[in-house]
């Protein structure tokens, strides 16, 4: 059975470029992470591997809602002028990448889907809570700088919200870490005790007569909003890849 290891490229680059002093450092870098995709090779064991990379052009997520992950720290130059190298450095020891048009999100989700469709198992490398909906039979999300795995059962107890409201809940609360506006004046709390008695975001909006006056009127309000949010936290999972798996085969890495 096919194993994919699927590496949130950004995601692990970026932190281990932040544990430099210096921002400005690169050296050393493609060995650093190198050694990280070494080791996950080791633990894991997969048939196939890959980096996916965000790319340059505004996601689509940007298009509908310009505020979308804005005031993120932006990537050191230093850092974005090394990627190149460091892609044909991974590439040349057996790792290789595949560049999303934009975010690298829907790539991701998209190449688990793939993966699981087909029979196999797809492992995402990432730090990133928004991959938990899409964890079920045959996709797993590991940790790589805490060497663990995040469950469902970790973002259930996070949110408190059962794993069929994530997407829910995310719509009426929001998720500050992307900017994802959710309704406002309802938070987090509000968010889960509605949950809780309605079960899903559309028995709330349909029982606005039951929910106190106060509360209605700031469902009622915040209706496009919710729809909205919905929307950007949804992970696509079929778009275009024009990639075969065979491309991304495990190799036996060269060494440095």
């Given at each position: 059975?096919?194993?994919?290891?699927?590496?949130?490229?950004?995601?692990?680059?970026?932190?281990?470029?932040?544990?430099?002093?210096?921002?400005?450092?690169?050296?050393?870098?493609?060995?650093?992470?190198?050694?990280?995709?070494?080791?996950?090779?080791?633990?894991?064991?997969p048939?196939?591997?890959?980096?996916?990379?965000?790319?340059?052009?505004?996601?689509?997520?940007?298009?509908?809602?310009?505020?979308?992950?804005?005031?993120?720290?932006?990537?050191?130059?230093?850092?974005?002028?090394?990627?190149?190298?460091?892609?044909?450095?991974?590439?040349?020891?057996?790792?290789?990448?595949?560049?999303?048009?934009?975010?690298?999100?829907?790539?991701?989700?998209?190449?688990?889907?793939?993966?699981?469709?087909?029979?196999?198992?797809?492992?995402?490398?990432?730090t990133?809570?928004?991959?938990?909906?899409?964890?079920?039979?045959?996709?797993?999300l590991?940790?790589?700088?805490?060497?663990?795995?995040?469950?469902?059962?970790?973002?259930?107890?996070q949110?408190?919200?059962?794993?069929?409201?994530?997407?829910?809940?995310?719509?009426?609360?929001?998720?500050?870490?992307?900017?994802?506006?959710?309704?406002?004046?309802?938070?987090?709390?509000?968010?889960?005790?509605?949950l809780?008695?309605?079960?899903?975001?559309?028995?709330?909006?349909?029982?606005?007569?039951?929910?106190?006056?106060?509360?209605?009127?700031?469902?009622?309000?915040?209706?496009?909003?919710?729809?909205?949010?919905?929307?950007?936290?949804?992970?696509?999972?079929?778009?275009?890849?024009?990639?075969?798996?065979?491309?991304?085969?495990?190799?036996?890495?060269?060494?440095?």
């Amino acid at each position: 059975m096919n194993r994919f290891l699927i590496i949130d490229g950004l995601n692990l680059v970026r932190r281990i470029h932040a544990a430099q002093p210096d921002e400005n450092d690169v050296n050393g870098l493609p060995e650093r992470v190198t050694s990280a995709c070494r080791k996950l090779m080791a633990k894991h064991q997969p048939t196939h591997v890959a980096l996916v990379w965000d790319g340059d052009a505004i996601s689509w997520r940007k298009q509908l809602y310009q505020d979308y992950k804005k005031g993120r720290k932006p990537m050191p130059t230093a850092l974005s002028d090394a990627l190149p190298n460091l892609k044909e450095h991974l590439a040349q020891r057996g790792f290789h990448s595949i560049d999303a048009n934009a975010e690298a999100d829907d790539v991701i989700a998209t190449l688990a889907s793939k993966t699981v469709k087909a029979k196999g198992e797809a492992l995402i490398i990432s730090t990133d809570k928004g991959f938990t909906q899409l964890l079920g039979p045959g996709i797993s999300l590991w940790d790589y700088f805490n060497q663990r795995q995040i469950t469902i059962e970790d973002r259930e107890q996070q949110l408190g919200v059962d794993r069929s409201q994530f997407i829910d809940y995310l719509a009426m609360a929001g998720d500050s870490g992307n900017k994802i506006p959710g309704i406002p004046g309802i938070g987090p709390k509000l968010a889960c005790e509605l949950l809780k008695t309605f079960r899903t975001l559309a028995n709330v909006y349909a029982s606005l007569d039951k929910i106190g006056a106060k509360q209605a009127k700031k469902l009622e309000a915040g209706r496009p909003m919710a729809r909205l949010s919905y929307k950007l936290v949804q992970l696509q999972t079929d778009i275009p890849l024009n990639t075969r798996l065979a491309n991304f085969r495990a190799e036996q890495p060269t060494q440095a």
